[in-house]
């Protein structure tokens, strides 16, 4: 593997059109390529090894002899699967991802949209808190919620996970729809209030289902923030019926006699479902993102 | 961050100020605006009750000396009768001014100044290095080129992994016996390393982690943002005889502006705040060498007798030292002419 400098190749225009690939010389070439692959490698390899160590037996993961397979088993998928919590741990973090993802989407689906079409007084205040509550570290709002949800009876359940959730979700997706909105041209909102449509039916009947694919990436986006938060999870959670995966995982590694066997297999099952869809949802992904941020 | 250029299809001029006819200016609003009133209305109720109310909360406990030992104003004993009998609780929690700002400040309670220290270390270089790698990645996947399609999958792959997983993963490969990384080591004729002996080598894990996990989004951001550049500025660079560098620091990098300076500021409050890497990859291991500010804040909390005070103090800091960073950020782009 070699990996040359990320500035060996002279930067050339992006965008030139195809002459550019003839235009450069097979020294460049080779110099971009081999910048690529060695970012690529670095960038799968981690994900590799794990996958590879969940197939081996325990005593070859915590072996210091490098091998790529050694006598390949699925039986820590076995242990995870059958001997450990772990499904109920997967239960829980669908149901608490999906409820903040639902209950987010709905309610700032309006919100994108009025914040993208009408200059309401208000509505710089309203872009300007999205931007601050972005800001607020964990630290500030656990201990209040977690008291709130204490003095709510609500601590160990799901619904206070779903709750604190949705103090991440909502600003976020309220300002990712916005960005989506925006990239639908205004002339359709014109067409239908010409057509005798009030804002609301133009939004629910023009605008929403166009903004379906919209809607879908940032539903997946707050679905995976709450799949992969730990600091709220481990701390409103407390028996292990109730943990979510984040946290549930940590409990193969404790500090002394960590079981790493099972954690791989467990961290594969965990991200295969999740990358599959992220990886089909990313190009709608970066667009709503990056149309969100530059756009005021 | 709001700029004009929203497409208000139904713009509203501000109303003249000196406007006394009836309905008030506040009823006209109304009149106005209010499906986009109701149309923001559950979004504005959520933020106040889930966010401000707490946030609120929060820095009134940060006044007070509140842990899990005095958080009860009444202390009830069952008699053998089976009634309860109530006395209120002799050291109840009780408000103490500013005194958790001055002892966490002071250094008299926990270690602000050194986790302030390591949060700097770490947002600075994870910041730099997701800008930097993402930036480079981008421009090279931004032109003409045989297997880009590939490329850009594989190179994106790991922010398709929960950042749990990818905290563990790497904490797996770092591990001090069997680790990956001390495998190739030694292969290489290096010397074993004691990842977690040392915080300096310690919180090196969790920022080679953290990298790993943010170029993805810094990478695919900037290309996105690329993509918008017109090619026409290209060409006129062209045929100015401008060389490549020369397109690249007076074209690109302008044209990237609005986007790198939203993903600058927002990743350095991720990363500022990002409580699963560390928590997860070091554990604040050696001895709370490589705490960060949220992480301690997390322990004050939730481990030993729970401070619930002192958490929320440093709650409250860590959003001032953000909240000074912004302003003074925005403030030094409007200086350079960004009208943000």
């Known amino acids: 593997m070699t990996v040359t400098p990320m500035a060996a190749p002279a930067p050339k225009a992006p965008g030139a059109g195809p002459r550019g690939r003839s235009r450069r010389s097979p020294l460049a070439s080779i110099g971009l390529h081999a910048t690529l692959i060695g970012a690529s490698l670095i960038a799968v390899f981690p994900i590799a090894w794990v996958v590879l160590s969940s ?25 995870v699967l059958t001997q450990t919590n772990f499904p109920t741990w997967m239960l829980n973090s669908v149901i608490i991802a999906a409820c903040t993802m639902l209950i987010g989407i709905l309610m700032s689906a309006t919100t994108g949209y009025a914040l993208s079409r009408f200059n309401f007084p208000g509505r710089r205040h309203l872009l300007m808190v999205f931007l601050v509550t972005q800001m607020f570290p964990v630290a500030i709002l656990i201990v209040p919620i977690y008291q709130i949800m204490a003095a709510l009876g609500l601590i160990n359940t799901h619904a206070s996970l779903v709750i604190a959730y949705l103090t991440i979700a909502v600003p976020f997706c309220s300002w990712m729809l916005k960005g989506y909105f925006d990239s639908i041209s205004t002339s359709l909102d014109e067409a239908a209030s010409i057509d005798g449509a009030g804002p609301f039916a133009t939004f629910w009947k023009v605008i929403l289902p166009l903004a379906r694919p919209g809607i879908a990436v940032t539903a997946f986006y707050s679905f995976l923030t709450a799949w992969g938060e730990v ?41 295969v479902p999740a990358a599959l869809v992220f990886l089909y949802a990313q190009r709608h992904l970066v667009s709503g993102l990056t149309a969100g941020g530059t756009k005021g | ?48 009750v889930l966010i401000f109310y707490p946030l609120g909360r929060g820095i009134l406990l940060s006044f007070t000396n509140l842990t899990e030992a005095n958080q009860l104003a009444e202390i009830c004993t069952k008699s053998i009768t089976g009634s309860e009998v109530c006395k209120p609780n002799p050291s109840a929690w009780e408000v103490v001014g500013f005194d958790n700002y001055v002892d966490l400040l002071s250094g008299r309670v926990g270690e602000f100044w050194r986790q302030f220290g390591v949060t700097l270390l770490w947002t600075v270089s994870c910041v730099v290095f997701h800008y930097g790698i993402g930036l480079g990645l981008a421009v090279l996947l931004n032109r003409p080129l045989r297997g880009r399609g590939i490329y850009r999958v594989l190179l994106i792959l790991p922010w398709a992994v929960p950042a749990f997983v990818s905290a563990f993963a790497w904490r797996f490969m770092f591990n001090e016996q069997f680790g990956v990384i001390n495998t190739l080591f030694e292969a290489v004729g290096l010397d074993r390393a004691e990842w977690f002996a040392d915080w300096r080598t310690a919180l090196l894990t969790a920022v080679v982690t953290n990298i790993w996990v943010g170029v993805p989004f810094m990478m695919v951001t900037l290309l996105g943002g690329m993509q918008t550049i017109p090619s026409e500025q290209y060409e006129a660079a062209e045929i100015d005889g401008a060389t490549p560098w020369q397109r690249f620091v007076n074209v690109t990098l302008p ?36 705490e960060i500010l949220v992480t301690g804040a ?27 960073f912004s302003v003074l950020y925005r403030r030094a782009l409007r200086k350079q002419g960004e009208v943000w």
């Open chain 1, 55 to 79: 197939f081996k037996p325990g005593q070859w993961v915590q072996s210091s002899e490098l091998s790529l397979v050694k006598e390949p088993t699925l039986a820590n998928y076995e242990y």
């Open chain 1, 231 to 271: 600091a709220y999870a481990s701390a409103f959670i407390q028996t292990d019926d109730r943990f979510t995966l984040a946290y549930g995982m940590q409990q193969f590694v404790p500090q002394f006699n960590a079981q790493w066997e099972y954690l791989t297999a467990a961290a594969v099952l965990v991200t």
């Open chain 2, 1 to 48: 961050m709001s700029t004009a250029t929203a497409t208000p299809p139904a713009r509203t001029s501000p109303p003249p100020p000196r406007d006394t006819r009836r309905p008030g200016r506040l009823r006209r609003s109304w009149d106005k605006h209010w499906y986009a009133w109701v149309m923001v209305a559950p979004v504005v109720i959520v933020l106040g």
């Open chain 2, 255 to 290: 044209g990237l502006r609005p986007v790198s300076m939203t993903v600058l500021l927002l990743g350095t409050i991720w990363t500022f705040n990002m409580f699963p890497i560390i928590f997860l990859v070091t554990g604040g291991e050696p001895a709370g060498g490589t």
């Open chain 2, 298 to 324: 997390y322990r004050a909390a939730f481990e030993g007798i729970r401070n619930y005070s002192l958490a929320s103090t440093y709650g409250v800091l860590i959003l001032s030292i953000l909240l000074v």
